[in-house]
């Protein structure tokens, strides 16, 4: 098999595993509620898929072959993902550049080594590259429909917890009453015509005919609360993709680990069965001295 072949299979490979990455990413943040099967099955395909952007960024010396694979491979992200295509296509650019960085970092650590340690060669690129995946994967997240339900979500403390707080005030509550009147008695009661009517035009509390002081009291305190979380509620996406991103920072150094393990053994395999072979050239080494 010729050496144009052979770069054009794992390519071919980088490509492939990207699409089908691609596809489980979007499954995680869009569609959720994975078994552990599709767990196991996804964290197995993106070692594979980072395995495979390990050989590719060694073994494939034609840049064209190279760099148009994982360019295609940053084109089908555009089928997965395409809701915000402007801040998609500046993190896409930047990954491309950083795919382009990681391969030089890669080829000029194979050519210092005297004797080849593909454990270093492979860590020298990748965990450079893998910081620009997670700022990707990070931004999927902020724009997943799930996060961005966040800005329109409505907080509601629950009846319960109302229930349990409220009980130690109510005759404090009730000292502020009319007398005779506590906060179980029907809110038409001792409400008057224009409380009433504020109530609906100022906080949106349409006081219902079999509603208590109680339950009017737990819708405003429901309204307060969104009322005063509202302005801040935007910035939660981004605090929660934050979030994701230092944790996937965290998480990747086992995945640098473990993916640099296995191109390193496979790049073993691979010399064993003579798919790529391994010459020992001459190198000029600089010095200085007196």
């Known amino acids: 098999m010729t050496k144009l072949k052979k770069e054009l299979i794992l390519g071919s490979i980088l490509f492939i595993l990207s699409i089908f990455s691609w596809w489980f990413i979007k499954s995680i943040f869009y569609f959720g509620n994975l078994t552990l099967a599709c767990w196991i099955s ?10 495979s952007l390990c050989l590719s960024m060694l073994l494939i010396k034609d840049k064209r072959i190279l760099f148009g694979s994982f360019f295609i491979s940053l084109v089908s992200f555009v089928f997965f993902f395409n809701n915000e295509p402007f801040y998609y296509l500046i993190v896409l650019i930047l990954l491309f550049f950083s795919f382009i960085n ?21 860590k020298s690129g990748f965990s450079f590259l893998i910081t620009f995946l997670i700022i990707v994967i990070s931004l999927i997240y902020y724009f997943s429909p799930s996060l961005m339900q966040i800005k329109e979500f409505e907080f509601s403390l629950s009846r319960d917890i109302f ?24 809110a038409n009661e001792f409400l008057k015509e224009d409380e009433i009517l504020d109530l609906k035009e100022r906080y949106g509390i349409v006081v219902e005919k079999t509603d ?6 737990y819708n405003l305190i429901n309204f307060q609360l969104n009322n005063f979380s509202g ?14 991103f230092i944790f996937l920072k965290i998480i990747s150094i086992i995945y640098v680990i473990t993916v640099v393990s296995f191109s390193s053994l496979l790049t073993y395999f691979l010399i064993n069965i003579k798919f790529i072979s391994k010459e020992n050239i ?9």
């Open 282 to 290: 001459k190198k000029e080494v600089s010095t200085v001295k007196l």
């Open 212 to 217: 208590t002081g109680k339950d009017v009291l």
């Open 231 to 244: 302005p801040y509620r935007k910035f939660i996406p981004f605090g929660l993709a934050i979030g994701l």
């Open 42 to 51: 996804g964290i197995i395909l993106l070692i594979i898929w980072g395995v």
């Open 102 to 122: 990681a391969s030089r970092k890669i080829k000029k650590q194979e050519q210092i080594q005297i004797k080849l340690n593909y454990w270093k060669i492979y």
């Open 163 to 186: 229930n349990k707080v409220i009980s130690p005030l109510e005759n404090l509550i009730a000292e502020r009453l009319p007398d005779g009147v506590n906060l179980d008695f029907n």
